[in-house]
Structures are given as C-alpha cells and as structure tokens.
C-alpha cells in the first residue's frame, strides 16, 4: 500500500458496509450500523434528506458550484463560472486551499469541512464510536469527483468535466473534503481510517458521453484524492456500482478497491495477473458479494449460498503463492452497494447476510 498507516491494519474478512441506509433517523441507522459491523462501523448517509444526497452532500464551499433549491427534492446543481464575483470566490477558494495544505489544523473552519447539516450521521458517529472495544478501523466515504464532475451541468447540459475550471476546483475540493473527513475520523477514535471514494459513474466509461475521457484523466483525479486521503494518515478505498475499467484503478494509488462481485464478478476474474500484483503490494479488495439491487435475490440468498459463492470467485484468485487464508486476509465482506433504496426489511437482511457470512469465512479459514 501506499499510506503509512496500512501497516496498522489487516482486513482479515471482516463486514464493511457501503454508507447509505433507508431510514430517517440517524440515531437508528447507528444502532444497524454497529451491531453488523462493530469491527469496521461508517457512518451513515440518509438519502431520503435532500441534503444527504451524493450531489449536494459535498458539493458547499466549491463555488463553480451554483445550488439551487437543493433542500427540496426538486432541487439540482449546476455549474455557471460566468457568473458576477466568480473570480474573486475562486481565488478566495484557492488561497484557501493552498492554505490548508501548509497548515492542516486549519481544516476545521475552512469551507472543506462538512456542515452538520449535510452530515448529521458523521457528527453523530463521531461522538458515538470513541472508546468502543471491538473497533479495528473506521470508514468514511466522499462523493468522487468523476461522478460529481459528470452529475453537473451548466445550463446548456455540459457536464462539468469537460471544463477545465470546473474540473480542478471540484476534484481539489473534493479531495481536501476527504482529507478533513479523514482527519475527523482520527481525532474520533485511535484506529484507522478508511476512507471511501464512491464513483458510481464510473460505470459510464466507455460509453459515448465520455468517448474523449483518457484513461490517464481518471486515474490522475483518483489519485489526487487518494494522496489527500493518505497525507491526512488514512487509507483510501473506491467504490464502484455495477462495472468499470476496473485496470485504471488496480494500476492507481488506491489501497482498497470494492466492486459489485454478486453481479459483475466475471470482470474482475478477466484481469487476475493485475488483481494479483494490487494484492502482492499489500492491497485490500473489498468483496460485494451480497446482493443489493433486488429485493428477490436478497430474499434467495442465503449464509450457505453466499458462502459457497465467495469460496468459487475467491479461488480465482488463489494459488501456490496465496492461499484462501492469505487471500481473506486482504478481503472485506461487503455489500455490493449502499441499502439507501432498499425497504428496511431488505436492509436489514442485507446486513445481517454481510456479518453472518463474514463469519462463516473468518471461522473456516481464520
């Protein structure tokens, strides 16, 4: 790995879980939260608060960034640089990002740091997690900069990506966001961080809307994330729904990778030579492999089945130079994505299905 702190932390198949959860109080979504994963809690996203949403819950404090109504479920974010003061508001934002990366401790009062408003569940975990007996690690997450660079638009439809400007403020932005909320997490409790990046459009790349995205465009802003990440002392995971060019990222400075395995395992078994030297540098792959997207395949499921599946993919895998211990020893258990659409029953199965079958493999190999 590429953070100092990855020599104080070994997966050894413990439950993680991706942050979104389907209720309304945070309170509640701490107590699933611990009880499934009292090794590696995060803390939860409320999807149902506008606010909470992936787009709006990082984007204050990047001023290309223009909000509108976003505390109604009608609201949306655009980018206009056009704008009158726009110049000003962006050299203030650059004085101020240049600012913090010589001084850190600046970082709580700085426009990187999350209100409470847009995070109640991290202020809560925070003061909730200290002194907690099981806890081996933390996990944060940050809406990645592909995806929040993708999801705006300026008011003809251009995605933010494709302009310059736009581009650099958002993944700085995005990138010092996740070092204040690495640094947060720390002071929170003595163990390590994780800290998530989730990159959901990623699963775009490929198609015709990003035909003249580079394979090394990508891979620099992940990696620009992921130093932050690892300059606030943390490790730095991607998460992304459904499939990508997953090569980019095993040949990134990310330290942990979690993929859909129940849905799209065969993409990643395509590339096992390059799997193979992720993990020969220490990484952590985190494995998706209990259903998220329908109610009926969580409801099928089952611990035997969910098992059995993660002995067959994992021994693509192994070999004379990693067996299935040493392979479980860099493997997390997780869903193959946030519950935040699900009803609460199936929620609440898939949480149970992610420690249950942790379990089972941790007590066959470990």
């Known amino acids: 790995m590429t953070s100092a702190t990855a020599d104080q932390f070994t997966a050894d198949g413990l439950p993680v879980l991706i942050g979104s959860v389907p209720l309304t109080d945070h309170a509640e979504a701490l107590e699933w939260i611990f009880a499934a994963t009292p090794e590696i809690p995060l803390w939860p996203q409320l999807p149902h608060n506008p606010l909470e949403q992936m787009m709006p819950q990082f984007s204050e404090g990047i001023p290309c960034i223009v909000e509108e109504e976003i505390d109604t479920p009608e609201g949306r974010l655009v980018f206009d640089i056009s704008r009158p003061g726009f110049e000003e508001a962006m050299l203030a934002f650059y004085e101020e990002y240049l600012a913090v990366l010589e ?4 970082l709580d009062s700085s426009r990187f740091a999350v209100s409470r408003q847009r995070a109640e569940g991290l202020y809560l975990f925070c003061e909730a997690v200290a002194g907690r007996q099981e806890l081996r690690a933390t996990k944060g997450q940050v809406t990645g900069p592909f995806t929040m660079l993708t999801g705006i638009k300026d008011r003809a439809g251009r995605a933010g990506y494709f302009d310059e400007t736009v581009r650099d403020m ?18 929170a409790a003595d163990v390590p961080v994780l800290m998530f990046i989730d990159e959901p459009a990623l699963a775009g790349l490929g198609s015709s809307a990003f035909i003249s995205v580079t394979d090394e465009e990508i891979r620099d802003m992940i990696n620009e994330v992921a130093d932050a990440v690892h300059q606030a002392g943390g490790l ?6 459904a499939n990508t060019n997953w090569s980019i990222l095993l040949g990134s400075n990310i330290d942990i990778i979690s993929f859909d395995a129940h849905g799209f395992f065969d993409r990643m078994a395509a590339l096992k030579q390059e799997v193979a030297a992720f993990l020969d540098r220490g990484s952590i792959i ?7 997207s329908r109610v009926e395949d969580i409801e099928q499921e089952t611990v035997n089945s969910l098992t059995g599946m993660f002995k067959r993919q994992m021994a693509t895998f192994t070999g004379p130079e990693r ?20 009803p609460e029953a199936a929620a609440q199965r898939v949480l149970s299905l992610t420690r249950e079958t942790a379990s089972a493999l941790r007590g066959e190999y470990l």
């Open 170 to 187: 958002v993944i700085k932005g995005i990138a010092i966001k996740a070092a204040w909320q690495t640094r947060m997490l720390a002071q």
């Open 103 to 106: 001084d850190p401790t600046l």
């Open 236 to 241: 730095a995971g991607i998460h992304v729904c």
């Open 323 to 342: 067996d299935m211990a040493a392979l479980l020893s860099q493997t997390l258990i997780t869903p193959s994505c946030g519950t935040g659409s699900l």
């Open 286 to 292: 985190a494995w998706g492999g209990v259903p998220t």
